[in-house]
């Protein structure tokens, strides 16, 4: 079984197919004089897995126009960051559900579906086919005990970011906790002092998505006021949008450690392994060797 993948999921898509022991179909991509996405892919087998994180709209786009291009239910479909995964409610009369939306025309043409780390996992119930989310964690666990620092303390920058906290801290048996988060505007966020004392600590804010940087930058500030020794900001999602790497920088964080679900830079831990084991998973085994 072949792997295919969306043009912003290049590297990803590589790297599994690697661990797969597969390669990846070549696609040619080009526009019509209107703007309208094209695309054609080389040869498939009967059943492919499909790559492709939902960063933008034109990765939107050519993600639905693959999964059509590929033509067969059998197909199963990877999204590493399925965007538009935080408007999972109607919050006010006359807005759409996003998340469903965008979920049910992905479901279409394929029989599974997994993602990594979705920012809520409610979602996966709006996809017409199974779905599965599997989590990166353990593997942002491992990255952290390799920086070797001392006695880190792992915290998360809101309560719903708790259990990631967590997950992510047993990977050393470290200390965890929660900051308390109020959003004031899309950018803007306030921050009320944690319960665990991070004077001369290193401390890792860890959450699933650092969107414009607002959160983990107020965060980093307050610890640094609280005499922490420096802080570090891991998430899954670097979604990074409006200079929030430099917004992170200028906040005292040493170091920002995103995956590759979204590729950047900064993509220092790769979700492809993390992949590969669900599908050698022996629930998968049969139909994605
Ligand atoms: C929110 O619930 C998410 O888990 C992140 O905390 C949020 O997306 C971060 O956004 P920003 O980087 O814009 O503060």
């Avoid at 991070?198 to 860890?206: D, L, M, T, Y």
């Avoid at 650092?210 to 922490?228: D, F, K, N, R, V």
Wanted: with cysteine; net charge negative; proline share 3%.
């Amino acid at each position: 079984m072949k792997v295919i993948c969306t043009e912003k999921s290049q590297i990803l898509a590589t790297s599994l197919a690697r661990a797969l022991k597969t390669t990846v179909v070549e696609v040619k991509y080009s526009r019509f004089p209107d703007g309208e996405q094209y695309l054609i892919t080389g040869e498939l087998d009967e059943q492919t897995i499909i790559v492709g994180s939902v960063v933008d709209n034109d990765a939107l786009v050519q993600l639905i126009l693959m999964v059509d291009a590929c033509d067969s239910s059998e197909n199963l479909l990877v999204v590493p960051y399925m965007g538009y995964a935080r408007q999972d409610k109607r919050f006010l009369p006359g807005e759409p559900v996003s998340a469903r939306a965008v979920a049910q025309v992905l479901s279409r043409g394929v029989s599974e579906i997994i993602t990594v780390n979705i920012h809520e996992k409610e979602v996966l119930n709006y996809f017409g086919v199974p779905a599965r989310n599997i989590s990166l964690a353990p593997d942002i666990g491992d990255y952290i005990g390799a920086l070797n620092l001392s006695n880190p303390l792992i915290l998360a920058p809101d309560e719903g970011a708790l259990v990631f906290a967590e997950e992510v801290a047993s990977a050393g048996g470290w200390d965890f906790d929660h900051l308390e988060k109020t959003r004031l505007s899309g950018v803007e966020v306030k921050m009320a002092p944690k319960q665990l004392c991070a004077a001369s600590r290193s401390v890792v804010i860890v959450d699933d998505i650092i969107s414009t940087g607002g959160t983990i930058a107020t965060a980093s500030e307050m610890l640094y006021q609280q005499g922490a020794k420096d802080v570090f900001a891991a998430c899954v999602h670097g979604v990074l949008t409006g200079g929030a790497f430099v917004r992170l920088i200028a906040a005292g964080v040493r170091d920002v450690i995103c995956s590759d679900t979204l590729e950047r830079a900064n993509s220092k831990i790769s979700a492809a392994n993390r992949i590969a084991l669900t599908l050698k998973m022996p629930d998968y085994n049969k139909k994605f060797r």
